[in-house]
């Protein structure tokens, strides 16, 4: 079993950034593919981005391109996620997620094995 926590989140002004973690503990031998969705009210769950276990692939969704990037620190079993130049249409839950080693980076959640609890970003005006 693999438990996943995030933090991070809260209150941010437009333009501003934050940086998400996720912490990962239990069966994690560092093998696990990481990813990052969001959802927000009333909308579907989005995937954002996603990162090998090895670190050395991502994938980002288009529409936050340029503005969020996915990293991790293996020996801290942590992923981060972190946002630039928000928006207030940025405002949602942020979910981390984590699958076992796989040569493919999946960008839909029924392919993730583990959740974290989720943590509230808010982007205010």
């Known amino acids: 079993q693999v438990q996943l926590v995030e933090s991070g989140g809260g209150l941010v002004q437009a333009g501003g950034s934050v940086t998400l973690s996720c912490a990962a503990s239990?069966?994690?031998?560092?093998?696990?593919?990481m990813a990052w969705f969001r959802q927000a009210p009333e909308k579907e769950r989005e995937f954002l981005a996603a990162?090998?276990?090895?670190?050395?692939?991502?994938v980002v969704a288009q529409s936050v391109k340029g503005r969020f990037t996915i990293s991790r620190v293996n020996a801290k079993n942590t992923v981060y996620l972190s946002m630039d130049s928000l928006k207030l249409e940025d405002t949602a839950v942020y979910y981390c997620a984590a699958a076992g080693a796989s040569g493919i980076i999946y960008n839909t959640g029924d392919r993730y094995d583990y959740w974290g609890q989720g943590t509230q970003v808010t982007v205010s005006s």
């Open positions: 990162m090998k276990w090895s670190g050395r692939d991502t």
């Open positions: 239990g069966r994690t031998d560092n093998t696990l593919n």
